[in-house]
Structure formats: C-alpha cells, structure tokens
C-alpha cells in the first residue's frame, strides 16, 4: 500500500489529473509499463491514455514489448490514446491494429476498402462478396482513420494532408459501399456517379460529419431510361443504407443528398441532362455556391466527371444570372443572422467561425471567378491563398484568415476524436479543455492559454470577415506601392454590384474622394468605410448611402468629433448608415444641420421631446432675435429641421409607432406655428396688435395626425381689443395672417412648413381671418354639413389660449349637436363621400393601392370615425376627440362600433398611414399611393420591415388589409 500512495503523489506531480487512480492502473498493468509513465505526461490526457492502456494490455499481452521495440508505434499509440476514447476503444475491440501505427505510410485506401468487403479493385464495378461485409466495411475504415489520427497528433501530417486523406478515405468507403450495394441490387443497366459536394467534395472533410452528395445516372446504351433511373435510384439507396445502418461497429456517418436539385423534394437520382435543365432554369444563387465544390467520389467516375465539367460552366457564370444580386445579399444576411442565433462557443456557426471564413471566401469566389479561373479552387484554404495573389482580400488579411481557419479546423478535429462524434461545440468542462490544450502543445496553462488563443482567433477572424468585401474597394482607389497586388478597377465594380450597389463607378468614385490624402481624416475614412460599404449593402439604398456620407462628412471631415464619433462608437456608424441608405428624407435634413448625426449616439438622444421643452427652446430662439422675424423664424426652423430629424430616425428604428409619429410632428408644428406667430406679432410695430389673434389646427394637424408631407391646415381667429376700431383690429389680423405664412414658406435649407387656410368659411373665397363673432354668424346662418364634419378636428394651437378655446366651444355646438345628425344629413354626408371617391381620384391612379382615397385606405377609416362623431357625440362624450383611432376606440368602448370591426378599421388606418409616410422618408417627395415600379416598392417595403425580397408581400399585405376595412365601412358607414 505505501508503494500505491508513493507512485499516486509522484504521478499526480507529473501531470495526471487523478494520481491515485493513475497508480492502481499503474500497478494493475506491470512493472514493464512503468517506463511509460514518463512518457504519458507528454499526452493530451494522461489518465485517459494510461486507462485505455491498461485495458489494451490485458487484450494484447504482447503490446509491451511492441512499444519498447518501436518508438514510432510508441509515440503514435500514446498521442492517440490521449485524444480519443473512441479509437482507444476500437483498439480494445481490435488489438490487431495496433500494428498499424506502426507502419510509416498505408497503401491505397478504395482498394483496401473494396478489398474488405470481398470486392476486386480491379472490376470496373466492384461487387461486394463478404459474409459480413458491413462490419468488415467499418473496421477497416477505422483502421484507416486511427493511423491518420496517429499522424495527424504526431504533427506527421498537415491540416490540409489531413483534410485531403479524409475526404480520399470517405471516397473509398463510399466505393466500397457501392460494391455492397451492387451485390443487392440488379443495377446492370444503368451508371451510376457519386457526386461528392460540400467539405467532401473540396477534400476538408472532417474526422467525423455528414457526406454531402449528389447522384448522377445514365442508362447504358439499349436501356430504358426509366426502369434504369429506379434501379439507380434503389441503388443509391442501398449505397447509403450500407454508410448509415447500426451494426456491432457502429456506423460510419450520414449520407446527405439534401443538396440535390430540389432539396429532399426532388427525386434521389437524375439524368446529367435533367441536372443541367434544372440548374439552367430554377437554381438559386446558394445551389451554384454548392456546386463550387462539387467533385466525382466514387461509382462511374467519367460520367462523374462530365457532370463536373458541365455545371462548372454554369457555376462561373452565376454572377451575370437576373437576382444574383439579391440573392447574394439575402445568403449574406441569412449567414448573419445564423451566426447571430448560435452560441459563442460554436466554433462553425458562432462568430467569427468557420462558417464565416468559408462563406466569405465562397462568395468572392462567385462574384469574381467568372473572369478569373485561377480562383476556381475547391479547398478554403487554397481559394483564400488565389483571392489574396490576385488582390481581392488584403495579404495581412488573408494570412489572419488562414492562421485563424486551420486553428479552428484544429479544434474542430479535436473535438470530434474524443468521442468520434459530430460536434463543433467548446466544452465548458475545464478537463476538456485542458485535453484541447494539451493536444496543441501548451503546457504550462492549457485551459487559459486555449481559451486565450481560441477567444483572440474567432475574434480576429470576426473582424477580418466583416471588412473582407470592402478593405480591398479602398485599395482599387488608392495609391499604393507597386508591390502590392490589388483589385482592378473592373473588379472592384463587379464586387460593388454584386453587393447590391446600383452605379459602382459612381461608388468608387465616392471612395477615392473619402480616402485619398494623408491626412488623419482621410486615415480614419480608410479605417470605418469598410464596415460601413457592409452596411450600406444592407439598407434599401446602397449608393444613396454611400453618396449621403459623402456628402456629410465634407460638411464635417474637418470637425474633431465628427469621425472619431464614428470611429469610437460603432453604434453611431451603424445607424448612420441605415438612415443614410434608407431614407433621403432624413438625409436631406442631416445635410443641412449635419450635427445632428450626434443624435444617432442613444436611444434616449432620440427620444420625442416634451411640447414644453420645445415651446421653451423656440421662444427663447424669438427672443433672441426680437425685432428681425426673419432671422427668428429661420433659428426656429432650423429647430424644426433638428426635430424633423429626430422623429424620423426614431420612426425608421421603430422606437416609435405611427400614433407617436402623427402626435410628435402635430405638436413640432404648433410650436413653429407659435413661433412664429410670435415674431410676426413682434415685428408689427411699436404701437402693439390692437386685437388678440389665434390659430385653430384643422384637418391631419388638428387631429395630430400629420405626417412628414402634411401642411399646416388652419382657420384664423381674432377678437380685437376693447376700444380698438375694428377695421383697424381687422387689417392687423390680416397683416399678422399673412407675415405669419410669408415667414414659414421663406426659402429656407429646411422643410416648409406650409400654412393653408383654405377650411375657413367660404374657403379662398372667404376671408382670410375673421371674429369669433362672424364665425359664429356664419355657421348659424350658412353652414353645411360637411363644414361640422371638417370641425370635428378644430383644436387651439397657438396665439390667444383663451380665444382659442371659445373657438372651440363654438364649434363644439356645431360637430356634436345635441339631438345628432338628421337623416338627411346622414346621406348628404354619404353621397359627398361616395362623389369624392369618384372625382378626386388623381388620374391613372389604382383605387386599390391609394392610401388617402382609395378603398379601405385613410379617408374610409376617418369618415366612419366622423359619422360616428356627428351622429352621437352630442350625448356621448367619449367621442369628443378630434383625433381618429381615439373616436374608434371609444366607440366601441360605447357599444357603438364591434370590437373586431374597429381592429380591422384601425389596422387599416395605421398601415395606410406608415405606407405613406415611408413614402416621404424613402423618396424625400411626398406620395399617396403604393408604388407600382418594383424596385421602388421594394425600398419602401424594406424600410417598412420587410425583408429585401418582400416588395410583393407589402403589395398582398396592403391589399388584404384595405379589402377587409373597405368591407367594414361598406356595412358601418354607408349601411350596405
């Protein structure tokens, strides 16, 4: 017993994780074993090599003498030993092979394979004749693989050797699956080729994964080519039922034809002819990025090699197919959001792993192997090497990619020799990654130094992955020594396009502007314009984008905060660029009060602001400048602009609804208004305004539903002052009217803000102000009953607050009335409705997809609220609001309106409303109908929320919508 305890505290110094386990193993296999324990501490896991060793012993008595005798057996044995458990247990299984580790290089591995399973090499369609010939199949694949993994662990062999003899040995077990097949299935008259794709196609197959294939057939001469297609076909079958199906040894993986014509909806075997007909009419972008690897593996390798010939031509000319564009852009996105759904610990699919560096190198390959062959390379690596002589990814970066690349690939291997199972997951188990970082040669702190290296890798090639389109764009317009390799010019063109940039000229353009110099400022533009061309690529408007941060940052490149905002906070750039790509409405603002960009920095920065604080702001910017309007109104406007911005940015990052956005600009405007109001009252004249004067909101404003587009809709109310003559009170009124309009539609770099008084009594006909008193004389003797419908949105918004509201009051008597609205009334207001619909209809308009007057669009819902309104608010008043989905809600909560009919009416309402203020932001021109030209469309759909490809969805979803409220206002508004 002390001997036991002696050797676990000696053991347990040298490394072995568990001493006293060690040294009963230890003591259990020998005396002639205990040389060896010097060199188990060497392994990856000491304790699971010396466990496995232990076992090995009592199956082969004769291994202890084998590794004295043979240091290269010796060392391969215990490598292997201290990675997989599962190759320790085969060994168990068979000691026999043991030998194997032994020998320097194997010879052919489809001939050993066919070999195992009683086939001849030599047939030219080997049949198996095995008693037991899946089990042979599967044992000696596994000797094959343990003497790979030996050399592998020893560093005898390189990654790519490794990948290489993975792929060959998967090849070969295909081969030998075949001859199987053949032996249970009559396939006499017809070829068959296994078309491998994915990482077997490009020789990088894993230790353990699915083998993608495809199958390829042809009958023999004389055959029919239906009855040979279903023998192929069950043939097929039975080659991956011998891969797949559970015996004794297990099985050896997956076989997955997913990646044929069709997916798994498409028949098993094809014709080459029915291949290329499909691939030339109905395949996607993503089917030619699969065929970039496709290989012949095993079966008629001739046919095989026709199929590969033939849809190589195609593969290369995928960039000039209609959609690819697109497509490109919708795998990009898709590959992200992957990305961003899996864990970090994902070494393929996490950030910055392998499914980063391949797609990204698969993707250039596409856009630009068309015109360059010497890129037409299978392998990653390789590729990667081909992208970087030619200049299309930077040398520094290429080599961070492929540094990166291989250690994951490392990793990856690793993982999957412990167990032999399929995982790309990082164990969180400190023993496991302390095996991992043993397994790469560190010592001293394997699990930190292994996560350090892990951690700085997939980080670096994060990086490297998101400026890999766009760094070298920047180098084809600068100037660099003649050493270095760079992207023509053409190339660079087709790279934008392929990244969904309209006019690439132009966008290069744009960069030799924004990088050339040596300045810091040019420096810096050199170091944020390849994130940001990414982000720019995934907004509506690419070369808007682009086009827009130029034109911002020459107003201010020369401004110290301007790039280093950008350049510190990513969160700024980012949004930058969306509003930038998105919206030339917004963008039109930020050009002309480009400071504005530091709103960009938080949500918080972009939240609405209270009514008070504006009325405060604009006040004190009138007081600042008493005595010259103008100037006043103009520090008023460039508020204005200021909020403009602000609403739009928050309602493009949906940080606000279309309710919040008609409320916020609703109030902007009645502070300008009230601004302005006051600077033209200031500017009357020493003797002061001999009346009160105030400004009722009407229409969108007064409902404080205005949108981007919207004018200023107002009546115009005075009360002149006691003693004062009223033609004197009257001029004054006029003269305040009319400076008050001339100074918010001066020419301006801001938006107008329109003043228009044209729902006054007698409209342009009337006068343009009046008393509350010849208001009220006037609506007792001449009013119709479409002026109460227009007075349902009369609210106070700036001047005399006291006038205001007896204006209102007045008009309350006029839009509730006490006993509701006559008959008579009901249906003048239905057939006013019914002959606007007709007449005021723009010419060439599509009724379906107007979203002011067309069915179920904005002005269907407001009438049904308003004949609500009208005809119960007297008694009701819960509907006294001048606004509509308020009315709505509160009629139902009366019982005057279903539940599911307001839902549907309302629904309505806000998407009419959102379409067309999408319209504003996208276009920078106002616009009321969905628009018929699908790119155009497309945009506006996209800043709507849809996906890229969802133009058409908009146009279905609107059409839905509006068809279900025009059904509602058919039976609620004009009782049919």
Not at 277 to 294: G, H, I, P, V
Not at 439 to 449: F, I, K, N, R, T
């Amino acid at each position: 017993m002390p001997r036991i305890e002696s050797t676990a505290a000696r053991l347990a110094k040298l490394g072995f994780a568990d001493g006293a386990a060690a040294a009963r193993l230890a003591h259990q296999a020998g005396a002639e074993f205990d040389e060896l324990l010097e060199e188990l501490v060497d392994v990856a896991d000491p304790d699971l090599a010396l466990a496995t060793l232990t076992r090995l012993a009592e199956r082969a008595p004769e291994l202890a003498g084998a590794l004295r005798a043979d240091e290269r057996l010796r060392t391969r044995l215990l490598a292997v030993l201290g990675v997989s458990a599962a190759l320790g247990d085969h060994l168990v299984r068979h000691p026999g092979q043991v030998a194997l580790l032994g020998v320097p290089r194997l010879d052919d591995a489809r001939a050993e394979l066919l070999r195992a399973v009683g086939a001849e090499p030599g047939d030219d369609e080997p049949r198996a004749t095995g008693a037991d010939a899946l089990v042979a199949l599967r044992v000696a694949y596994r000797g094959r693989l343990l003497h790979l993994a030996a050399r592998d662990l020893t560093g005898q062999a390189t990654l790519p050797e490794v990948t290489a003899e993975l792929s060959d040995l998967a090849g070969a077990a295909l081969e030998a699956a075949l001859a199987i097949a053949r032996a249970e299935v009559d396939a006499d008259d017809v070829r068959l080729a296994v078309i491998g794709m994915g990482k077997a196609g490009a020789r990088e197959l894993n230790y353990i994964s699915d083998v993608d294939v495809i199958f390829v057939a042809e009958p023999r001469d004389g055959a029919d080519e239906t009855k040979a297609l279903r023998a192929a076909t069950r043939l097929a079958q039975a080659m991956m039922r011998a891969c797949t199906v559970a015996t004794p040894e297990g099985s050896l993986w997956e076989v997955d034809a997913g990646l044929r014509p069709e997916g798994r909806s498409g028949p098993l075997v094809r014709t080459l002819a029915s291949h290329l007909a499909y691939y030339r009419r109905w395949a996607k972008t993503w089917e030619f990025q699969a065929l970039l690897k496709a290989r012949p593996v095993a079966g008629d390798l001739e046919l095989g090699g026709a199929y590969v010939e033939a849809v190589n031509d195609l593969v290369w000319s995928a960039a000039t197919r209609d959609n690819f564009v697109e497509d490109v852009q919708a795998m990009r996105r898709r590959v992200e959001a992957h990305v961003k759904a899996e864990g970090e610990r994902q070494i393929k699919l996490g950030p910055g792993g392998l499914r980063d560096i391949e797609f990204a190198v698969q993707l250039l390959q596409l856009v630009h192997g068309r015109l360059d062959p010497l890129l037409r390379r299978k392998a990653t690596l390789s590729a990667l090497a081909a992208l970087s002589r030619g200049g299309y990814v930077g040398r520094d970066d290429s080599r961070g990619l492929a540094e990166a690349y291989t250690f994951l690939r490392r990793v990856e291997h690793l993982l999957q020799l412990h167990r032999l199972r399929r995982t790309q997951v990082l164990p969180a188990d400190p023993a496991d990654l302390r095996r991992l970082g043993r397994a790469l040669g560190m010592q001293a702190d394997p699990v930190g130094e292994f996560t350090e290296r892990w951690r700085r890798h997939a980080r670096e090639a994060r990086r490297l992955h998101e400026k890999l389109f766009y760094r070298p764009l920047l180098q084809a317009v600068a100037r660099l020594p003649e050493t270095e390799t760079r992207l023509s010019t053409t190339a660079a063109a087709a790279r934008l396009r392929a990244l969904g940039y309209v006019d690439p000229e132009g966008a290069l353009r744009h960069l030799a502007a924004l990088t050339s110099g040596v300045s810091r400022r040019a420096a810096i533009q050199r170091t944020l314009l390849p994130v940001m061309l990414g982000w720019f690529a995934d907004t509506p408007d690419p070369d808007a984008g682009l086009l827009g941060f130029r034109q911002v940052s020459d107003k201010l490149g020369a401004t110290p905060w301007y790039l280093r905002l950008l350049r510190d906070e990513t969160a700024v750039a980012a949004r930058t660029a969306r509003v930038l790509g998105t919206s030339r409405y917004a963008t039109t603002l930020l050009m002309h009060a480009p400071d504005a960009v530091a709103l960009l920095g938080s949500e918080d920065e972009l939240a609405v602001r209270p009514p008070d604080a504006l009325l405060a702001e604009a006040s004190a910017a009138v007081s600042r400048h008493a005595g010259a309007p103008e100037t006043a109104v103009a520090a008023v406007r460039a508020l204005r602009r200021r909020e403009l911005f602000r609403t739009a940015v928050a309602d493009l990052f949906g940080l606000i609804d279309i309710e919040q956005v008609g409320v916020a600009l609703s109030t902007l405007n009645d502070v300008t208004i009230q601004a302005a109001l006051d600077a033209a009252i200031s500017g009357h004249g020493p003797g002061g305004v001999p009346t009160r004067f105030a400004v009722i909101a009407m229409g969108r404003l007064g409902g404080m539903e205005s949108s981007y587009a919207s004018d200023a809709d107002v009546m115009f109310v005075h009360s002149p002052e006691p003693g004062a003559p009223e033609r004197e009170a009257t001029d004054a009124a006029h003269a305040i009217a009319n400076e008050l309009r001339r100074l918010l539609s001066l020419p301006a770099p801001d938006p107008p803000l329109l003043i228009d008084p044209d729902l006054r009594p007698e409209g342009r006909q009337g006068p343009l102000v009046r008393t509350l008193a010849s208001y009220e004389a006037y609506y007792a003797r001449w009013s119709s009953s479409w002026e109460s419908q227009a007075l349902l949105r009369a609210r106070f918004s700036a001047g005399d607050a006291e006038l205001g509201a007896a204006f209102v009051s007045l008009a309350d008597g006029l839009r509730y009335p006490a006993g509701g609205l006559p008959e008579e009334s009901v249906r003048e207001i239905r057939r006013l409705k019914a002959r606007m619909e007709a007449e005021r209809l723009p010419r060439g308009a599509d009724p379906a997809l107007h979203t002011k007057l067309g069915p179920g669009g904005l002005s269907d819902v407001e009438w049904v609220a308003q004949l609500l309104q009208l005809r119960h608010a007297g008694t009701v008043p819960s509907l006294r609001t001048p606004r509509t989905l308020p009315a709505l809600r509160a009629a139902v909560t009366e019982g005057l309106l279903d539940a599911s009919d307001e839902a549907v009416l309302a629904e309505a309402w806000r998407f009419a409303s959102r379409v067309r203020d999408a319209i504003m932001l996208v276009k920078g021109r106002p616009g009321d109908s969905v628009p018929g030209d699908a790119r155009e469309r497309a945009r506006i759909a996209q800043t709507l929320g849809y996906p890229p490809d969802g133009s058409e969805d908009l146009l279905d979803d609107y059409r839905r919508v509006t068809r279900r409220a025009r059904r509602v206002v058919d039976r609620v508004f004009y009782g049919s």
